[in-house]
């Protein structure tokens, strides 16, 4: 086993990768960025390394820089955890001239399935069902258009290199395909320094299922059951669970099966989501598969019981998997929630800053993977994200009271998050229901919103009256120009969500 | 002390009343609550409203209110009687005018009007990147863009003007 | 079921039954002293009541005002939690008389089990093995020293009405006797207002080990397993485990039937503990009885997947239990750490005050049950507990380097807590191996501790020196006059534990 | 500048030199050091000693530290040379004294002994309760009983006075 790790990445994921390390009795080795110094993960790590500037391309993305710190640390294994270099092929294949153990799959692995287009090649040939669309990055405007034509829209633009809904578009029709062509391009350009897109079959209200799979160097693979991840908002995740509702024992073995087959086409080693777009009549389709730890693990950990961090450290290792497909049970239900220093109600613009209280959920089945804490700034360079809020229960039932129960312990202020929102999906009767799909957020859960009426209001009113009447008497502030407030009070005001209404 | 809360086109009068050590009485559309009001932790009060207890998150800049209860939020906005008087003085010829600002810190990645230009409601005016999304800013009324603040690739503040529309 | 309950309690306990009550969709009523009206329970509560003065024999242990309070509220049930009125059989049938379920045993069953005299004849007629000494409250000195003389040194002094460690002595030998008695009957007048002692013989290096019992009215009960709670200071439970290393599946069996049917034998409804000392050669005599929800209960929970509050509150509401003896399963490994605001450097003087930062543990397998956040002031009227720190392992080792993990995440700044302690018992060989008994703390472990040479002097003494180095010149602080510094350095400086030694 | 560190009988001079923003240059014992220091969180500290990682929690009241790491309790008396050079003389004459004080809020319980009596290093002097746990304090010197500063039933606070061996 090793006995040194660097961790090549920061926030929670970073924390997360260090605590299954503290238990194995791993030294850690942070890295930092220059605005990093006071984040939990270099508090928690054993060393640190200062890599440079807070722009992630000066810094957490210099290939260069994480192979010194690790070098000059003596680090024999590095941990990319998700996001930054944690799919670059390029950086796996400098660890192996280096002679330093990447945890995760090879180069090999990583450019196949990097490739959204070479992995569809490369699974349908292994039998793995997949969505009409190319199969090659599309050259020219003129291509985008006849392809559409032909497979016909709505249609699906996607950066060839993308991941995390960067460079996505859907398209409905035709006079909508140039700009979006331009905007998905853009982003794949900003996002991932490539801006080749391909173009995909867009089925309609589909659900996003994906399998987690493990596989060590021997040959050996498990499935560790599904995900549900069809709650998203501008396709990115924010709700993930498991198991899925629609999934019966034998849909769940037959794309366990599926997502294996995927894994071994690709000499798989490590551990690897192959995520699926699921229709109406459960038939299921090859999505892609993520080539990494996945941010949602921990709802798959709370049904199983398997820590992944440490199962993928141990793979990394040479070990062989300590368990066997018949060892799997998932008991219970567990469900995320992605809290984001995120404003739900102007439209989840990101809110950096500083975090001035917290107060963090506890008692039975809560879990809280944070990589903050009071009196830490999020700083603007990176993704916004708080911490991921994880519940079991001993079903759905239990598992959704119970999320709705830490959301409302869950206080963060100094900053928006997103913690309001998921509260109000946990009331959602949809939501309770099951009933719901990749839209459901952006198309039917915030119309409903909108309809609904704020029970609270006179608490609220009163509140804040109270709060005036208290700052009028400690003193007369002083007042910005008559009419100022008109920014604020116009932003978007008509479309904001939750906004009550009197009849 | 007397208040006005302003809620989209509806306006409800609070009156607030110190009656003990952080006990208040108030007043609201004519109905009496004895309030037991403290703030616990930074923006964060505990209310017994009677005997029922809530946590409410207050926050408030200049006149705008944003206060959250379980996980509903609650925009108005509140300032005293006179302040009221003056505000609705100031207001008049001011219809119509739009200032669109920015919401958070980030990097102004394409202007979609031009001063002159006409634009509706909701139409997509600016494109503002901040963490690697773009968010399409739109204007809040009908009218011509009069001036723009800002050039593409220029770092903005939160709450930095981007463009006027009139 | 109940739509509303009203808890008669505090701190961390009566958040855990308030977060019981939320999931259950029951409506909570909390009542607090003036000393907490921003304690947690009455922030998190959905309705809250103030029943007087900080004094507990003033509040809530006022019988009266805690039943005016459900009366106003409209609750159809009590929750006592632990301690204050929770095993009160005048308060179980006040509030039976007053038609307010008490969730808890009749008072019949409390009265059996409370007086341990009546507790030990109750259950040895139904066969439960017991420790040789009286069943009847000792009247006189004389007869103490004789009953002594009889069953021969050491014996034990205890309250009859005691609990928590509180008027228990150990005597080893006559001459302490007198000493001794007058110690165990102040301390038991002061704790329970009734200063009945009696005597038993004393087991040398017993284990503590209890049974957790579930008994509905309709005559079903199960076990839940053992919860080994042998780590204590002053008699008191500070680390309890499930299970325990040397309880064998015939002995848990064997135990489990024997709690039973001391349930059985008081007729007992509702959730219980039995407790056992446990010998070398693991003989269990039945200590006693608690008929109360225990402060331990969640490693039991971890470890068998019951929510133990929500099955108290069905069982209260009439229903039958929800599971059979065979459904019962222990999976893994739980052990909980009891957080407490006491100065484990200064043999666990209590330290109340302000809570002025918080960092609380997360990750996989750690469940914080706390009562406190930042900025709480912890009042000095009550038992100074912190929280329960708990986590869960698939083995004793894995839940052992966890909870090393969990504590070295928790930070407590502006008191002084038993954290530090809580991380030296899980570095300590003795407690890894699984090889101590009652008397490990208080005689094993701190000989150890002060024989262990700290191995961070230098970052220590560095780190101060830099903050000296800062408070120096912000400002020349006003010093107090040459050798007032002597108190703190004199005081017990040469039994302090954990001091390094210099060779 | 220069510290001395006082444990048990040993000595430690400490020097401390800023070197850049938030790094400090520190000397112990022959060894040189560069330190990384930020105040983190209240009382907490992260210190990268050289590029080891540490979470130090440093609590200091006069001269006297407690510096929790990994939960482990460091104490000692740290003070600038000057100061320490200040304290040997005071401290003249004043050998084999021995003020006790309550660690901790509470009520005096029982005084153990009386004025005048002989009481022996770690004898029982006094018993303090606090949360209903009542505490024997004991004398940390051989010597007599010069003066009680309270009576059974006084409620103290912490750090106050209770008597004085000597």
């Given amino acids: 086993m090793f006995r040194k790790i660097l961790i090549a990445n920061r926030g929670e994921i970073a924390v997360r990768v260090e605590r299954a390390c503290q238990e194995m009795g791993i030294r850690t080795v942070a890295v930092y960025s220059e605005v990093d110094r006071h984040a939990l993960h270099v508090r928690c790590a054993d060393e640190a390394y200062l890599i440079g500037p807070p722009p992630a391309g000066e810094s957490y993305l210099v290939i260069d820089k994480i192979i010194d710190a690790a070098r000059k640390s003596g680090a024999e294994a590095i941990h990319p955890g998700y996001g930054f270099l944690a799919e670059n092929p390029t950086f796996a294949e400098r660890c192996e001239k280096e002679g330093i153990k990447l945890i995760g799959p090879s180069a090999h692995a990583m450019r196949t399935m990097g490739s959204k287009t070479l992995a569809r090649k490369t699974v349908r040939a292994a039998g793995v069902p997949v969505v009409p669309g190319t199969v090659e990055p599309i050259a020219t405007e003129e291509e985008v258009f006849r392809v559409a034509g032909e497979i016909g829209f709505p249609v699906m633009l996607k950066a060839t290199a993308g991941g995390g809904g960067k460079g996505l578009r859907l398209v409905r029709g035709e006079e909508d395909l140039r700009s979006s062509l331009r905007m998905a391009k853009s982003e794949a350009k900003s996002a991932f320094s490539d801006d080749s897109i391909y173009i995909e079959k867009y089925i309609e209200n589909p659900r996003h299922v994906e399998i987690q799979i493990l596989g060590d160097r021997h040959g050996n693979y498990v499935h560790l059951g599904e995900r549900e991840c069809s709650i998203q908002r501008r396709h990115q995740k924010v709700i993930e669970e498991s198991p899925s509702v629609v999934i019966t024992p034998q849909v769940r073995a037959a794309m366990g099966k599926v997502a294996i087959d995927a894994g071994r086409a690709a000499n798989y080693e490590g551990v690897g989501t192959v995520e699926f777009l699921v229709d109406k009549e459960i038939n299921f389709y090859f999505l892609e598969m993520n080539t990494r730890l996945q941010v949602e693990h921990p709802v798959t950990e709370m049904v199983t019981g398997v820590d992944i961090v440490k199962e993928q450290i141990r793979i990394a290792a040479g070990e062989k998997l300590s368990l066997r497909q018949e060892d799997v049970k998932q008991t219970g239900h567990a469900i995320e929630c992605r809290v984001y220093a995120e404003d739900p109600d102007r439209n989840f613009m990101p809110c950096p800053g500083l975090i001035t209280s917290l107060r963090t959920p506890g008692g039975p089945g809560v879990r809280d993977d944070s990589g903050v804490f009071e009196g830490f700034e999020i700083p603007i360079y990176y993704d916004p994200i708080i911490s991921k809020l994880v519940v079991w229960g001993k079903d759905r039932q239990e598992a959704v009271v119970r999320m709705k129960r830490a959301l409302g312990e869950y206080i963060v202020t100094g900053v928006k998050t997103t913690i309001p929102f998921h509260i109000r999906v946990m009331n959602n009767q949809h939501f309770l229901e099951g009933n719901f799909d990749t839209n459901f957020i952006d198309k039917v859960f915030f119309q409903e919103e909108r309809e609904r009426e704020l029970p609270h209001f006179h608490v609220a009113v009163i509140t804040a009256a109270i709060q005036l009447f208290l700052d009028e008497r400690k003193q007369a502030i002083a007042r910005r120009p008559v009419g100022a407030g008109e920014p604020a009070s116009l932003w978007k005001y008509s479309s904001r969500p939750g906004m009550p209404k009197f009849r | ?166």
Avoid at chain 2, 4 to 29: N, Q, S
Avoid at chain 2, 48 to 77: A, P
Avoid at chain 2, 149 to 162: D, N, P, Q, Y
């Fill in chain 2, 1 to 166: 002390m007397n208040y006005i809360a302003t809620i989209g086109d509806r306006e409800i009068k609070v009156t607030v009343e110190e009656v003990g050590v952080a006990r208040y009485l108030v007043t609201g559309e004519g109905k009496e609550h004895l309030v037991d009001a403290h703030q616990v932790q930074d923006s964060i009060w505990s209310i017994l409203y009677g005997t029922d207890s809530f946590e409410v998150d207050v926050q408030g800049r200049d006149e705008e209110y944003e206060v959250l209860i379980d996980g509903d939020c609650y925009k108005f906005s509140l300032m005293n009687e006179q302040r009221k008087a003056l505000i609705r003085a100031g207001r008049k010829g001011a219809a119509g005018k739009a200032l669109v600002t920015s919401p958070m810190p980030g990097k102004v990645v394409k202007l979609l009007v031009a001063e002159g230009e006409e634009v509706q409601t909701d139409q997509g005016v600016i494109v503002v990147e901040a963490m690697k999304m773009e968010n399409e800013l739109k204007s809040a009324v009908t009218g011509k863009v009069k001036e723009i603040f800002v050039k593409e690739g220029e770092v903005v503040e939160s709450g930095a003007k981007l463009l006027l529309v009139e």
